[in-house]
């Protein structure tokens, strides 16, 4: 069974820049999470999407946004890119159902640079 | 406000003794607690998990203890080898409604260094 895919591996932005990064859940995973990880501030949630609606969001500016198309594929924007946003950007899938406790299996990331 | 702390930024142990890696949680709500371990360039790989119903859950080298009382949780690797050195994330699901929307509340991670 394929893993959770995201491209590109590696990109380098110049500020103001905008950028979408795209990930590919395990076939049949229907949610998808997108994380950030920054040196200082750690892993943290910038939103969740299922079945094309997003169903979650963390405490991220408006700059940063996602989608989800039908064959679950998602892809995440950040606009008017800043310093700051330079980070690993991580996306994990889902089964996303309720009841018990779905696994979250990660990409291997993107990493983002800004300069 | 860090709801899920892990202190320790580092750990360094001797290959074939005991890994004890440490996160406490502030969040009452969390009834749910997984560690991930990551290497370099890579995603997060799940290791083992444990619900709030049991204060131990064990696979192979790897257990995790809770402490609801505390909300505190450990991880023991026995005996560690030179292959668990990478850095180790403690996290919890939010829920709402029975239904886990996506979040995972990451701690800070703790690198552990297993030498030879």
């Known amino acids: 069974k394929a893993g959770v895919t995201q491209t590109p591996r590696y990109l380098i932005k110049t500020r103001g820049q905008q950028v979408t990064l795209s990930c590919s859940p395990i076939?049949?995973?229907?949610?998808v999470s997108w994380y950030q990880q920054t040196p200082g501030q750690g892993l943290q949630f910038l939103f969740e999407?299922?079945?094309?609606?997003?169903?979650n969001k963390g405490n991220f500016p408006g700059r940063f946004s996602g989608r989800q198309f039908s064959n679950s594929r998602s892809e995440m924007n950040v606009s008017t890119l800043e310093l700051g946003d330079s980070a690993l950007y991580l996306c994990?899938?889902?089964?996303?159902?309720?009841?018990?406790?779905?696994?979250?299996?990660f990409g291997p990331g993107t990493r983002l640079t800004v300069l | 406000d860090q709801q899920v702390k892990q202190n320790s930024p580092s750990l360094s142990v001797q290959e074939g003794r005991i890994s004890i890696l440490n996160c406490d949680y502030t969040?009452?709500?969390?009834?749910?607690f997984l560690w991930y371990k990551k290497y370099p360039a890579e995603g997060p790989t799940f290791l083992i998990s444990?619900?709030?119903?049991?204060d131990k859950n064990e696979d192979g080298r790897f257990t995790v203890f809770l402490n609801k009382s505390a909300k505190h949780l450990s991880l023991h690797i026995v005996p560690s080898q030179p292959g668990d050195s990478a850095v180790y994330f403690c996290?919890?699901?939010?829920?709402?409604?029975?239904?886990?929307?996506?979040?995972?509340?990451f701690g800070q991670g703790t690198i552990l260094t297993v030498h030879p």
């Open positions: 076939s049949g995973h229907r949610s």
């Open positions: 996290a919890a699901p939010e829920y709402a409604g029975g239904t886990s929307y996506g979040k995972l509340t």
């Open positions: 999407y299922f079945s094309e609606t997003q169903r």
């Open positions: 994990a899938s889902s089964k996303g159902t309720s009841g018990a406790y779905n696994e979250q299996f």
């Open positions: 444990i619900s709030s119903i049991k």
């Open positions: 969040n009452s709500m969390f009834d749910y």
